[in-house]
């Protein structure tokens, strides 16, 4: 049984590897597989392990990353990934989904403010896109959730991040301030989207006008004006730093 765990341990390792290599701000789209955040985790590669747990690996690297910054190396990266495995073996594949989707929505807003640019929160609405084509019934909700899962968690997981309750209450400076910021930094399309939509950080009557018909207009500009105002006030508020400023999902420890 130990040779099996080191076998699939080492496997991991190179597969680790090779996701750091993508840790930089990305010059090229992501590949899209059906489940967003496993992208270049080929099935053929672990053929012994079935796929959701595999997502249990995914959320189970997020994790030790969070925890430890990328594998270097060091065998304790790799036990730590696996005691993470088994902490996950009861979770069930729809909270593992929300969590790889925080994931990759969080390190769009970090390559949003890495690159000064609005491109990486379109490339990633592009990736849910794409992956609602996979896996997404066209006949559930065409106009909802059903009918979009991936974009539709997202939209949940960003509109918990930007919602102005609970122990981090967004400035009502930030009305102006991040709007301006996205101008200023990500252009002018942007800064005019970020306008639009920056009343999801008020109460609940400007919270359902920024939801309301206009923001169908915006079109795929829609989820990634979320992604921007969601960088605008990590720059803004949060020292840069996504993974300190946004709310992880429930019962995740920061």
């Known amino acids: 049984m130990a040779r099996k765990q080191q076998g699939r341990g080492q496997k991991r390792a190179a597969k680790v590897a090779a996701r750091k290599r993508r840790t930089t701000v990305r010059a090229e789209p992501r590949p899209v597989e059906t ?3 496993l992208d270049g985790y080929e099935p053929a590669e672990l053929p012994e392990i079935e796929a959701v747990e595999e997502m249990r690996y995914a959320v189970a690297e997020i994790r030790t990353v969070r925890a430890l910054g990328p594998h270097d190396g060091n065998p ?8 993470h495995v088994e902490a996950l073996a009861d979770t069930g594949e729809d909270e593992l989904v929300v969590e790889i989707i925080d994931d990759r929505v969080r390190k769009a807003v970090a390559d949003t403010l890495a690159a000064s640019s609005p491109e990486p929160a379109r490339e990633e609405v592009r990736c849910l896109v794409a992956s609602d084509g996979e896996m997404g019934d066209p006949d559930a909700d065409p106009d909802g959730i ?5 974009q539709g968690m997202a939209l949940m997981i960003l509109l918990g991040w930007l919602a102005n309750r609970g122990p981090r209450p967004i400035p009502s400076s930030a009305r102006t301030r991040v709007p301006e910021w996205a101008r200023t930094t990500l252009g002018d399309r942007p800064g005019e989207v970020v306008a639009q939509l920056i009343g999801i950080t008020g109460g609940e009557e400007e919270r359902n006008a920024a939801l309301g018909e206009s923001a169908d207009d915006l079109e795929d500009d829609f989820l990634a004006g979320l992604m921007w105002i969601a960088a605008g006030l990590t720059a803004l508020y949060g020292d840069g730093d996504p993974d300190g400023y946004l709310a992880f999902p429930e019962g995740v420890p920061a």
Do not use: H, N, Q, T
């Open 146 to 150: 059903g009918g979009a899962p991936a």
């Open 76 to 83: 304790e990266w790799l036990e730590i990934l696996e005691r």
């Open 35 to 37: 489940l967003p955040g």
